[in-house]
Structures are given as structure tokens and as C-alpha cells.
């Protein structure tokens, strides 16, 4: 029996098994045996090939990576020729896109690439339609667009999320606070901080016997579910903010579109009457997380023609860093103007594990 015959099979005894306490225990065998599996899955087909595929082999560049992704025909290459200088082919039919395309997107300054991938077919993850090597690309960013019909949003999303979530990436959601300690003797120690209602010790430990670990210390400080913990067991999942951006707004009632702009993540567009465009290059822009400082010279005005891109908790050592390389070794101190200023709107004198803050003006002295 091949891998996707087992990864079936795995998948409909899960559908058949009611959830509850009862279940749990298996249903936890079974999720770390679907995850080894796709696992192994994935690993078989880029060992095939050290090579990504034509026309996926895209360096990154500028500050950061958005990738647009959806299903055919939901207007990823109309949004791309919009938003940047780039002409993606688009047309009113499906599979017009065949390669990533990539655009350069400027966000007040902030020049980051936004890639626009072929559409995804239902069965991507498992190889149909090239569609393993859109996935595996989206894996390389920094933000995940996925554009949706507004006519079909429900089901678009959600075998989307499907696909994504099969190839190890994991939207809007952070790390679970796991952390493990393997260990030559003494079985399998389980600490946690917080009371565990999603999962019990008798299930943790099934799951790590399924993946062989049979040493090791386990410290849990947040209340995980069997996923979570199989997801730190294999290590290779990939957190991503996502913004869900409903295209063809004006296709639908104002109710609709007043329901839908509620949603968290979600921006609201029409690409054909360019509403909501930028709006949603400031999305981006917030969740690339982005902050612009400004630099000043002793004796002179800031220059606020030339801002400085920084990530939103760079220190400033950072900060010098993404300047010069040489300046962090000749760094005194530096003056800080705005919001991280304790004496706001007085200036302050921080070292180089300060923290900046949006619109902040520093002026950086190095030793002599």
C-alpha cells in the first residue's frame, strides 16, 4: 500500500470515529500517523528533485515576501497588474497563470515582492495541478494573500486552508509554547504550567511513542491539542500571518460586504472598480510588520523623505545594523524622538537594546 493509500485510508477511519473523550486517545495515534505520513509524503517528492520546478525558482527580495494564492480565475494577476508595475496575464478564464510571477509592491516606502502563483486545484497538497510547488512557495512567505471569490468564499477558504494546512503551514496562529529536552534514560516526563483541557498525559504520551521518543523532558506552557504537539514533535511547520481578500465585491449585496470587512483578517476588494486597494496594501503593510523610523543629523531637521524600514520589534542595534554593519561596534548611545521616548514629547538617550516605535526620529552618536 502506497503513502497516499495509507494517508485515505487514515483519513476516512478518522471521519468514521465520533469525537469525544472516549475517542481521544486514538484519534491522537491517528493524527501523528496522518501527519508522519504526509510527512514522508513530502519528503519523497523533493528528494525526486533538488530543483523546485521551472518558473518556481523565485529569489526573494526587498524587505519581505507576499505570495497571492487562490483558486483559478479569483483575479490574483488582475490584483498583481493593479498594485505593482507588473503585467501578469489575466483573462476570463482558468489556468492562465502557469509560473510564479513576481511584482514589486511599495508600501510607503517599504519595497516588498508579492509573488502571483498559479491557481490551486482541490488536491494540490498531494500533487495535482503542480500544485505541491505553489504550496511549498508559499511556504517561503512572509505573508499569505489568498484571494477568494466573494460568490464562493465559503468553500474556496476552506479547501484552501485545507491544502495549506496539509503541506505544514499553519495561518494567523503562533508556536505552541512546547519545549522538548530529549535525554539518554528515564522515560518521558510531562510539566505543564497550565491546566490541559484539549488533550491528557495518557494521549501525549501515545503520540510520542508513535514517533519513538521514548526519552525526554517535556515542559507545556499553554493548553495544546494533540495537533500542536505533533506539529512541535516534527518541526517543520511554518507559522504565517494570512490575509483572506475577498475579490468581486461588487458582485454581492452591501449587507454581504458589510459582514464579510468584519471578519478578522479579512480585507474587502473589487480589482474590476479598484475599491479597496489601499486599504489593502496597509494591511500588508501591518501585517509584514512593519515600522517606519526616521533619522536625523546633529544640528539639522530629520529628513522625512527617506524613512528608515525597520521590523515592528527591532532593537536598535538592529536598527544600526540595517544601516551600516560597522556601526553597532562604534555605538555610544543614540537620541530618540516620539512615542518610545519615556519623556515624550522630550527626546531620550537609549543604548542599543531599545525599542523603537512607529515614527520615531533617532539621531545615533558613535564613538570617535
Not at 479579512?266 to 515600522?291: A, H, P
Request: aromatic fraction near 6%; glycine fraction near 8%.
Amino acid at each position: 500500500m502506497g503513502v497516499l493509500e495509507k494517508i485515505k485510508q487514515i483519513e476516512e477511519e478518522m471521519a468514521r470515529t465520533q469525537k469525544n473523550k472516549a475517542t481521544e486517545y486514538h484519534l491522537g495515534l491517528l493524527k501523528a500517523k496522518l501527519a508522519r505520513y504526509r510527512a514522508q509524503l513530502l519528503e519523497g517528492e523533493t528528494s525526486k528533485s533538488s530543483k523546485p520546478g521551472a518558473g518556481f525558482a523565485v529569489s526573494k527580495s526587498g524587505y519581505g515576501r507576499a505570495v497571492l494564492i487562490g483558486f483559478p480565475s479569483v483575479g490574483k494577476s488582475t490584483l498583481l497588474s493593479k498594485v505593482t508595475s507588473t503585467e501578469s496575464a489575466a483573462a476570463a478564464y482558468a489556468f492562465t497563470t502557469l509560473v510564479a510571477v513576481p511584482g514589486v509592491l511599495d508600501l510607503d516606502g517599504a519595497k516588498v515582492q508579492l509573488l502571483d502563483l498559479p491557481g490551486i486545484i482541490e488536491g494540490a497538497a498531494s500533487g495535482r495541478g503542480r500544485g505541491r510547488q505553489v504550496v511549498a512557495v508559499a511556504k517561503t512567505a512572509d505573508v499569505i494573500v489568498m484571494m477568494l471569490d466573494v460568490t464562493k468564499s465559503e468553500e474556496q477558504r476552506r479547501q484552501l486552508e485545507h491544502e495549506l494546512e496539509e503541506i505544514g503551514i499553519r495561518l494567523n496562529r503562533t508556536k505552541p509554547d512546547i519545549v522538548f529536552r530529549p535525554k539518554t534514560a528515564g522515560g518521558v516526563t510531562i510539566t505543564a504550567t497550565v491546566p490541559l483541557t484539549k488533550t491528557d498525559e495518557r494521549t501525549i504520551r501515545g503520540i510520542m511513542q508513535a514517533y519513538k521518543i521514548h526519552n525526554a523532558d517535556i515542559m507545556i506552557r499553554e493548553d495544546i491539542t494533540s495537533d500542536d504537539l505533533v506539529d512541535s514533535i516534527l518541526g517543520n511547520r511554518k507559522y504565517v500571518p494570512c490575509l483572506y481578500v475577498y475579490n468581486k465585491i461588487d458582485s454581492c449585496s452591501l449587507e454581504e460586504v458589510d459582514r464579510l470587512a468584519r471578519e478578522p483578517h479579512t480585507v474587502v476588494i473589487s480589482c474590476e472598480l479598484d475599491l479597496g486597494l489601499e486599504v489593502l496594501k496597509k494591511r500588508i503593510w501591518q501585517y509584514m510588520g512593519f515600522n517606519r523610523i526616521y533619522t536625523k543629523k546633529r544640528g539639522e531637521e530629520p529628513d522625512l523623505s527617506d524613512p528608515l524600514i525597520i521590523k515592528t520589534d527591532a532593537t536598535m542595534e538592529a536598527v544600526c545594523a540595517s544601516i551600516h554593519k560597522g556601526i553597532v561596534a562604534k555605538y555610544k548611545y543614540a537620541i530618540v524622538w516620539g512615542k518610545s521616548s519615556k519623556f515624550a514629547p522630550q527626546p531620550q538617550k537609549v543604548g542599543l537594546t531599545h525599542r523603537c516605535a512607529q515614527d520615531d526620529v533617532i539621531s545615533i552618536v558613535t564613538k570617535v
